[in-house]
């Protein structure tokens, strides 16, 4: 995703929270930072199941697919000691 596509998930985010909850979010770190986009769709999540609210759930959805190519890929390195101690 472009990071206009992120920046406009971000703010469909913000405004909904801020209508929902009153919470207000910073829309260009959200956008740009895995953790805080992260912690900001785990709150949206938990107002979403508290109220039952499908849409806000949805937003927070499309949040995370737009920033998971800027999520780091933990990769397993090589294994350690094969064929035995040096």
């Known amino acids: ?30 956008s740009v930072n895995v953790e805080y986009a992260t912690a900001i769709v785990r709150i949206a999540r938990a107002h979403a199941t508290a109220t039952s609210d499908l849409d806000l759930a949805a937003i927070a959805t499309g949040l995370e697919f737009a920033m998971a ?8 390195g090589a294994p ?5 101690l040096r």
């Open 69 to 76: 190519p800027l999520a780091p890929v933990i990769s397993k």
């Open 1 to 30: 995703m472009t990071e206009e596509d992120r920046i406009a998930a971000a703010a469909r985010l913000h405004v909904a929270l801020r209508r929902k909850t009153g919470r207000v979010t910073d829309t260009e770190w959200m």
């Open 80 to 84: 350690r000691y094969v064929g035995g």
